[in-house]
């Protein structure tokens, strides 16, 4: 059974930093991209940033490019999101995905296996 676990979230002030991870058990994510999407009530989940088998290529959507880094350490099947500088805007469920099944790499529709996902909430 494949399970995704993400921890990391909670509540800070606009400005400050989060590290969200996302632990991956039942399934080898090595071969696989993976990715971070966030949602919100009454809108569609986002592509927030992704990342490929091997690290060095790492899409992020335009709004958060120059705040957030992803990463991974497959040794710990475990992928990370660092978010630095966060805004109001930035609040939302974050969800982690993997076995990448094709398409565009920041489309939910990509992945096939998610985590419940961890709260973020940005204050002013």
């Known amino acids: 059974q494949v399970q995704l676990v993400e921890s990391g979230g909670g509540s800070v002030q606009a400005g400050g930093s989060l590290r969200l991870s996302c632990a991956v058990s039942g399934y080898t994510n090595s071969y696989s991209w993976m990715g971070w999407f966030r949602q919100t009530p009454g809108k569609e989940r986002e592509g927030v940033a992704a990342i490929s088998p091997g690290g060095g290529d790492t899409p992020y959507t335009d709004s958060v490019k120059g705040r957030f880094t992803i990463s991974r350490d497959n040794a710990k099947n475990t992928v990370y999101l660092q978010m630095n500088s966060l805004k109001p805007d930035d609040t939302a469920m974050y969800s982690c995905?993997?076995?990448?099944?094709?398409?565009?790499?920041?489309?939910?529709?990509?992945?096939?296996?998610w985590g419940q996902g961890t709260q973020v909430t940005v204050s002013t």
């Open positions: 995905a993997t076995a990448y099944v094709g398409g565009a790499r920041l489309n939910p529709r990509a992945y096939k296996y």
